[in-house]
């Protein structure tokens, strides 16, 4: 059930206090039950006589509204009203052309209790239905609960379309209850409602003015009923019907009854439901039994089962239970790619390093080649003279292609300084200091110092190649220098 309750009282309640003259009955199928009552004395040929009528309803309840048709335009519209010892005011509805079937007042939210309402200065407005909005201490036992189409009680499935019809009238043109309508036009959509009640009735708008035919299935509980519903050219009318009665059951017995509605077929017509309303067997809105909208099943033509009543099942513990577990095992998943992740960067990290410096399986490791200095001839003529090298010396390829030439011209810009033709002798002092010749290897070839493996490796081979120059450097020396050339000696 909705938040809010509303129940009716139809016009032919002895409640309903009636003054100021003879009011009339007039008795038509669009009419809620059939009849409503007007204040026909209060107008002589379209208008006002003077004499208006008047009304007197004491009700339980937190609101009221009166529903029913206006009259003319030429005709006063001025209602006074008054609740309970409340100061009276003057009211209007909103009905600027012709009449209308429409909810034509509406009182201002009221505490929960007995109230009572007078209204004056009635010009031939009818009465068809009151509606009052249920309070915690409302007796309701017994009341005619009404129902919108709109009320979240009432589930629907299929292709069902939400529509504000306005019917075009010559007597009782209008808007339906709380303005709007369910339609469809297909077979096989549903609409049921669970309620606690002793009888139950559907209202709609009835398309009298199309040829066609369609029928539903009405199940309550376990017991179905179909009613087809036929418009031949003899019934065929200008208008359709507001308040129009699809269905009713009068003979339930009092509890939670679950009504299912199933259009089986359909053909040139639409099926508009407006409200229900059913007879309530709970004393008050505090003993309401706790029933919420059922779970419309999939469209089918076969009869559809109760579902069972009372309270709800206990299921948010365990609801909250199935979260944690399932929270906990999405974090665990998470922390497990999240690992899989960095050991996969990781050997993909090291697969690179390998493939750079020649580590790879079924790869040759990177081995030094020889490399040959050439020394610049000490002979001034355009001949050129014997050439000095050192065969011994091994030095490491330059990494890139040119570095070779590269490493030549620092090798022998640093062994020859600035002159072409440097001795000898000089030769082999820059021979003995190997420091000299490796920096300037090492200039040649970019090598960076730092701390990651590369450089390791490269250290390593700097520090071999020192060694080997070194050796040479000391084995090209001599303890003794050579003898001293006679003189005159070529």
Excluded: C
Excluded at 187 to 208: E, K, N, Q
Excluded at 215 to 225: A, C, E, F, G, W
Excluded at 261 to 271: A, H, Q, V, W
Excluded at 364 to 369: D, I, M, W
């Amino acid at each position: 059930m909705s938040g809010e309750l509303l129940y009716i009282v139809d016009d032919t309640s002895n409640a309903i206090a009636l003054g100021g003259g003879q009011w009339a009955t007039s008795e038509a199928s669009r009419w809620y039950n059939g009849s409503t009552l007007f204040p026909g004395f209060a107008l002589t040929e379209g208008t006002d006589t003077g004499v208006f009528g008047s009304l007197n309803y004491t009700f339980h309840g937190t609101s009221i509204a009166f529903v029913g048709n206006t009259h003319r335009s030429n005709n006063s519209r001025i209602i006074v009203v008054t609740i309970d010892s409340n100061s009276p005011y003057n009211t209007s509805y909103n009905n600027p052309n012709s009449q209308n079937y429409q909810q034509w007042y509406q009182s201002p939210h009221l505490d929960d209790g007995v109230h009572t309402i007078q209204m004056d200065n009635i010009a031939a407005t009818a009465v068809d239905v009151v509606v009052i909005s249920a309070g915690p201490s409302t007796p309701l036992s017994g009341q005619t609960v009404i129902v919108d189409d709109d009320d979240p009680s009432i589930s629907y499935s299929g292709h069902w379309s939400r529509n504000e019809p306005f019917i075009t009238s010559e007597g009782a043109g209008g808007l339906p209850f709380h303005n709007g309508t369910h339609q469809s036009t297909t077979p096989g959509d549903t609409a049921s409602i669970r309620f606690t009640g002793a009888s139950v009735a559907v209202y709609g708008i009835f398309p009298w003015a199309t040829l066609g035919s369609m029928s539903v299935t009405y199940t309550i509980d376990n017991s179905n009923n179909t009613k087809t519903y036929q418009i031949t050219p003899s019934l065929l009318e200008k208008e359709p019907q507001l308040n129009f009665q699809f269905f009713s059951e009068g003979s339930l017995a009092p509890g939670n009854h679950t009504l299912s509605m199933n259009i089986t077929e359909i053909s040139n017509l639409t099926f508009v439901m407006d409200y229900l309303t059913y007879s309530a067997s709970f004393d008050s809105l505090t003993t309401t039994p706790n029933i919420t909208a059922p779970t419309t099943p999939a469209p089918s033509t076969s009869p559809s089962t109760s579902l069972p009543t009372g309270s709800s099942s206990p299921t948010h513990s365990n609801n909250g239970l199935v979260r944690g577990v399932v929270g906990g095992v999405a974090g665990i998943i998470v922390v497990l790619a999240i690992a899989l992740f960095i050991i996969y960067k990781r050997r993909r990290r090291d697969r690179a390093f390998r493939r750079e410096n020649g580590l790879e399986s079924g790869r040759q490791r990177l081995v030094a080649k020889p490399y040959l200095l050439t020394v610049p001839p000490t002979r001034t003529d355009a001949t050129p003279g014997p050439v000095a090298t050192i065969n011994d010396v091994v030095l490491p390829p330059p990494p890139v292609t040119g570095s070779q030439e590269k490493l030549k011209r620092s090798l022998d810009s640093s062994l020859t300084a600035s002159s072409p033709q440097r001795p000898i002798a000089n030769l082999r002092e820059d021979i003995q200091q190997p420091n000299r010749v490796v920096e300037a290897l090492i200039a040649a070839l970019g090598i960076i110092p730092g701390n990651d493996r590369a450089s390791h490796d490269n250290q390593i081979q700097i520090n071999q190649l020192r060694q080997r120059v070194d050796e040479l450097a000391q084995g090209n020396s001599h303890p003794n220098p050579p003898p001293a050339y006679e003189a005159g000696a070529p």
